[in-house]
């Protein structure tokens, strides 16, 4: 991937309990990666790979008062967010915030994978939510 390049990572899907929700994705046979908790995001996830480098993320949150948890209780269970995979998320950021793109962070933090992550609010996207991932930062 060269720099300014974009490969789509995965989507998130928001879901009340891993345990229970991960049944279908394992009978389509996904891979099933480990569950991880991502403390600053309070929430609990788990990946599923699917062979093209792309993956499937379920988000189930720790607290009522992470987002994700928010998000459920006004929409329910269902797509969260997609995430693209990028090579250098500041100078993204950056490109993005000078274009005028609404931004929900300024700055990378650590994310789930050990990955450096972003999110473009939905206002800028046409309502939908928007990760950004640096893998391996």
Request: hydrophobic share 40%; aromatic share 6%; proline share 6%.
């Amino acid at each position: 991937m060269r720099p300014g390049e974009f490969e789509f990572d995965h989507v998130g899907i928001a879901v009340a309990s891993l345990n229970e929700s991960s049944g279908f994705y394992q009978a389509l046979g996904l891979a099933v990666g480990p569950k991880e908790t991502v403390a600053s995001e309070k929430v609990q996830v788990q990946m599923f790979d699917l062979q093209n480098r792309c993956r499937v993320e379920l988000l189930e949150p720790t607290s009522p008062e992470s987002t994700v948890a928010r998000f459920l209780q006004k929409r329910g269970p269902g797509i969260h967010h997609i995430c693209l995979r990028v090579t250098d998320i500041r100078a993204t950021l950056k490109r993005l915030k000078a274009a005028g793109v609404r931004l929900i962070h300024d700055e990378p933090f650590r994310g789930a994978h050990d990955c450096e992550v972003a999110f473009v609010h939905p206002s800028s996207t046409g309502g939908v939510l928007i990760e950004l991932s640096q893998p391996n930062a």
